[in-house]
């Protein structure tokens, strides 16, 4: 949970049958959610799967391009690898690289020069277009959060999730827990002696910052000023002092072990949702193996 609470504390269908049907089960007892590697093979399958419905329908698709394990990691609130930071900073290069993908998608262009009608076609062999179904799920805080369902987005995701609206509605309620618990982790003892330790350590090497998310957030109105190498460079340097006082400090296995005692707090509540959504993930990952390769 660690990197998926990253931003607030301390990180981190059309044809086959249906995936309920899988006879590979996952016992709910110690399940663990997935690793970033992990989560990009089931996100690869997805894609894949995409790919060969949209194929069938008649149109082109071309798969996400994929990152490398490397760039691909996800940082977290805390990031300690001093190693990945010395080489790539807080990732800015990497963030830039993936912009770039986003705007020459080949999908968008291949949409894009599409006839009206078969523009039409697509979208709705895509996402089932403006009159596919509706899921909905309750969120801790009493906000209801809703998704159009429909098409090869759908049926990838039943492919490998099985029963899309359980999923839906125990992932959406994981995901939004953290606003539950993440002022009980700033607040905590433990947490904020090992945040302080960083602090000290940190103006020690002349970077005066009260946390992580100020150093980074330094490091980003930096990169997007410029570019340059002096300001990569610059980034890389304050990277390295911020991961080397968070190993001194602990500030990563402290984080983790407090938001997983906050967490607990919360089982009683909403414990079956937690270990929903990360049962269908173990289960999904399961079929995304058969379905891709790992990224190397």
């Known amino acids: 949970m660690l990197a998926v609470a990253a931003a607030a504390v301390v990180a981190t269908g059309c044809s086959g049958t249906a995936a309920s049907q899988d006879a590979t089960r996952v016992p709910v007892g110690a399940l663990q959610p997935l690793t970033d590697t992990e989560q990009l093979r089931v996100a690869d399958a997805e894609q894949r799967l995409i790919k060969q419905c949209l194929n069938r329908h008649g149109f082109t698709y071309w798969e996400a391009e994929r990152l490398s394990l490397e760039e691909s990691r996800t940082l977290g609130y805390v990031a300690d690898d001093v190693a990945w930071a010395r080489k790539h900073g807080y990732g800015s290069r990497i963030a830039a690289k993936e912009d770039r993908a986003r705007l020459n998608n080949p999908n968008l ?24 179904q509706v899921i909905t799920a ?13 098409g090869c987005v759908a049926e990838a995701e039943k492919k490998l999730y099985g029963d899309t609206r359980a999923w839906f509605r125990a992932d959406k309620i994981s995901m939004n827990l953290q606003q539950l618990y993440v002022s009980d982790v700033m607040r905590d003892k433990q947490f904020t002696t090992a945040l302080n330790a960083w602090s000290r350590c940190m103006r020690r090497v002349g970077h005066p910052y009260g ?11 930096q990169s997007v000023n410029s570019a340059s190498a002096k300001t990569f460079a610059a980034e890389r340097r304050l990277a390295v002092a911020d991961a080397t006082c968070a190993r001194d400090a602990s500030l990563r296995s402290i984080g983790t072990n407090r938001e997983t005692h906050y967490l607990n707090k919360l089982r009683d509540k909403y414990g079956e949702a937690i270990d929903t959504s990360r049962r269908i993930q173990r289960e999904a990952l399961t079929r995304a193996q058969r379905i891709v390769g790992p990224r190397a």
């Open 138 to 150: 309750e969120v801790p805080g009493g906000r209801t959060v809703n998704r159009q369902m429909g």
């Open 211 to 221: 946390n992580p998310g100020e150093a980074r957030q330094a490091a980003k109105g």
């Open 109 to 132: 262009v291949y949409r894009k020069g599409l006839s009206e009608e078969r523009r039409k076609a697509y979208d709705e062999a895509m996402d089932g277009g403006i009159d596919a």
